[in-house]
């Protein structure tokens, strides 16, 4: 049999098959991962109604060369956009929980600084430093947390490192620069 006689038996064979068939086999096609001709006939599970054949490997190759390769393309490139926008929001609404569950630390350590005022003889308040660290390591991871989730550049490591009175210190900075607490009365802290 001669080349173009092979082509025109192909082209009535292809003939014989309904495009509700072409699309069955290209979904069995693409939801298989793609196969070659030969393993996509295996897993037909269905002949097409009305001939009740089953389409030639040869047949298969040429719809898998001339059409389900480019349409599998549009396919993939749709799926990979739809990803990325999943990711993208899922990413901002982790990102929107982390500055939120930051906060709520946050205002857990001021208020243990807020509630463990001692005031000496004199009048003065002072910090009880008995779980300062604890407090001050809870505030400082959440400003850190939550400038990580809006963005902004991460705490430097070196307030693991520092003592409960760097630690203080360091408080009264980040009191100063964050505009909604710069109205807090100021305390004096005095190492016991």
């Given amino acids: ?23 069955y086999v290209f979904t069995t096609w693409y939801i298989n991962g793609k196969p070659n001709q ?21 047949t298969l190759k040429t719809w898998i060369d001339n059409e389900f390769t480019a349409e599998a393309i549009f396919l993939d490139e749709q799926i990979a956009e739809e990803l990325e926008k999943r ?21 857990e350590a001021w208020n243990w600084f807020e509630s463990t005022q001692i005031v000496d003889e004199e009048g003065n308040k002072h910090l009880d430093l008995g779980n300062a660290r604890t407090a001050i390591t809870l505030l400082v991871e959440g400003l850190k947390i939550e400038r990580e989730s ?3 550049a991460v705490i430097s490591e070196k307030f693991a490192k520092m003592t409960d009175g760097e630690l203080v210190d360091k408080l009264r900075e980040f009191v100063t620069e964050v505009p909604e607490i710069t109205t807090v009365e100021a305390m004096e802290v005095v190492d016991v």
């Fill in 1 to 23: 049999m001669s080349l173009l006689e092979a082509s025109k038996q192909n082209l009535t064979i292809s003939s014989h098959f309904s495009q509700d068939y072409k699309i």
């Fill in 38 to 58: 030969k393993r996509l006939r295996d897993l037909l599970e269905k002949p097409e109604p009305m001939s009740d054949k089953y389409p030639q490997p040869s």
């Fill in 87 to 107: 990711l993208v929001s899922e990413k901002i609404e982790m990102l929107a929980r982390h500055a939120e569950i930051a906060e709520k630390m946050q205002n």
């Fill in 150 to 152: 809006r963005g902004v």
